[in-house]
């Protein structure tokens, strides 16, 4: 590695605080963090719904964490302070033992700790892992609460949920009055729940303090993030930085600049597989699912004319089916290096043991929203130094590891610090309808980044054109908006579901609002792509990719042996399950909400018709003219249009319409309209007829 790498040492991560000041918390060299083998989280998940008991000596283990050797200093700081910050090295166990620290102290009283996680496996994961530590059933003194799973009760006292599900509660209670303690943990990520929880929770918190009510402490925790801004945006509260590692990472960077990731990855992979013994299992970072079916193939190639130890090659991303994720904590067979090719999603919210090197090659993939166009740009852009510092944090957890930046020192030193907020690059009509559900005025709310004001006006203008609020200057909920914030799904969706019953399509209506809620069904792995393509057309409707999926979701439905079925047609058994749990949640809201469920058999028009009644900001006119062997359309946007072509996954690249329905308007290397159906050219004028005199006014 000496030719390619230079190493810079056995660096712990270096933390700009400029002018906050820092109470440090420093712990003797040998305090390390210990962490069993095989995998909790396999453990925990097989007995998910029984009485967890961790491997041995799980107390002793707690013992040996950073957090743990500061307990008293740290409890005496959450006693003196409302709101603090807290800044611990990845895996100091910050995320798993403070909460139990506060509930052994009963610091709590008689409200509840939540801890709140950007992703929902993060929230569930470690909510049966504290369990199992406190040696109590999920559910019970622990719990957990994500989109469409609430597995808490009377007695639960640390509760971890989702940024998604606290802002969910707020609407019902601005005051969050049930919580003594709220957590927002990984506040670097910046999502965009996260960031409006920042300011939901300040405000709670002064309103409490305003009306003598029982008061809310706020821990906002990280192991990487800008304390500066957020110390001056709570006021100037304290920063507690937890010093203290667990075993040693040395960083290495790459002499030269890479124009070929992929290609520096595999390098890496093998330089290192043919000098480092077989139990140092490695983990290497890429960007999705396309990129590391590639990769794993090409290692499978290599490592047959390779020297070295047998190669297992785990990939770890959203969509991937739960037996292949349950691999990459599965131990490797004797003498067998694991190689664990995952996204980003392997930051932070999972721990993968037995990681010895990390492979980072330094790039994630970013969504960014257009607000004229409604387009998503999906972009591969450079990672900021925060998520370096996270990803290198991921080797060496039970032995001293390495980390191998694809980029040079140059390169890392000129990265942004952290990268740019979600808020400020993402679409925001759900995140603005649960505030105005909660009584904020969106236009004066405290966002600690404000999202730019064309952004929110875009927003607002489709959450009127749905008929949620009145209008976009002092925006209140309708009679239609109160509805609609009943639904944990998208606005566009959930009016879907509430005219559903005018087009007597209920039935249909749950089924695919439930599909699209869930990740991608189809399972197309590389190297079985025409197998798999082949099965699909057993499903495929001409009317397109939402009856398409209809179909699936209805086979699956009558499915006996269902894991064995969606094997045999490259289906994703889990995503499709999890579609059925969300069909049930929604149907539930329905009935809450005095729905009349009933079936427009074959009329699947009255499907589409109603689709367009929420998605009517989604459709696309043909071009007519030649587009380089594809059809291309034109957005019919008010606010501007753009040109695009059908995506190759769509069943009617082979038979373009002249109009279509489109569930997402994606920009890659060029811009790609998906899940799409067709539909009557007249059909928006009958649906949305304000909406369609403006289309036309702009064209």
Sequence with gaps: ??????????????????????????????????????????????????????????????????????????????????????????????????????????????????????????????????????????????????????????????????????????????????????????????????????????????????????????????????????????????????????????????????????????????????????????????????????????????????????IRVCPLYAGLPPAKQLQVWAKAPPGTRKIVLATNIAEASVTIPQIKCVIDTGVVKERTWCTATGAERLAVRACSQAAGWQRAGRAGRTQPGAAYRLYTAAEFAARAPHHTPEIIRCPLSSTLLMLIASGMDPWYFPFIDPPPKDSIQASLTLLKELGAIDNETNPKLTVLGKKMTAFPIDPKYSKVLLNAPDYNCLEEALSLVAVLSSENVFYTPLHKRDEAYKMKQKFESPLGDHITLLNVFKAFCKATMKKQWCKENYLNHKNLSYAVEIRQQLFAVCQRLNMTVTSCGTALDQLLKCLLSGLFTNCAWSRGGPGAGAARYATGGAAGARAASLHPSSVLVRRPPPALLYGELMLSRRAYLRTVSAIEPHWLQQVAPDYARRCRAAR
């Design 1 to 310: 590695m000496d030719s390619k790498y230079a190493a810079l040492g056995a660096q712990k991560q270096h933390k700009n605080f400029n002018n906050v000041k820092v109470k440090r918390m420093k712990l003797s060299d040998d305090n390390t963090e210990v962490i069993k083998t095989n995998g909790h989280v396999i453990q925990l998940n097989q007995q998910k719904k029984n009485n967890l008991d961790v491997a041995e000596n799980v107390q002793e283990n707690r013992k040996l964490l950073p957090v743990y050797a500061v307990k008293g200093r740290l409890l005496e700081e959450i006693r003196k302070h409302n709101t603090m910050i807290l800044i611990g090295e990845t895996g100091s166990g910050k995320t798993t033992q403070i909460p139990q620290l506060i509930h052994e102290q009963r610091l709590e009283g008689l409200g509840m700790i939540a801890v709140t996680q950007p992703r929902r496996v993060a929230a569930i994961t470690l909510a049966l892992r504290v369990a199992a530590e406190m040696n109590t059933e999920i559910g019970n003194i622990v719990g957990y609460s994500v989109r469409f799973e609430d597995v808490t009760s009377p007695k639960t006292k640390v509760k971890y949920l989702t940024d998604g599900m606290l802002l969910r509660e707020a609407v019902a209670d601005p005051l969050l009055k049930k919580y003594s303690v709220i957590i927002l943990d990984e506040a670097h990520e910046r999502t965009v729940n996260t960031d409006v929880l920042f300011g939901i929770v300040k405000l709670a918190q002064k309103e409490r303090n305003s009306h003598k009510l029982n008061t809310l402490k706020v821990i906002i925790m990280s192991a990487t993030m800008d304390v500066d801004t957020f110390s001056k945006y709570y006021d100037n509260c304290p920063v507690i930085y937890l010093e203290g590692r667990t075993y040693p990472v040395t960083i290495y960077h790459s002499k030269m600049k890479h124009e070929d990731y992929q290609y520096a990855a595999l390098c890496a992979i093998f330089q290192l597989h043919v000098t480092t013994p077989a139990n140092q299992d490695f983990l290497v970072f890429l960007t999705g699912q396309e990129e590391i079916e590639t990769v794993m193939s090409n290692i499978k190639q290599i490592a047959k004319e390779t020297p070295g130890p047998p």
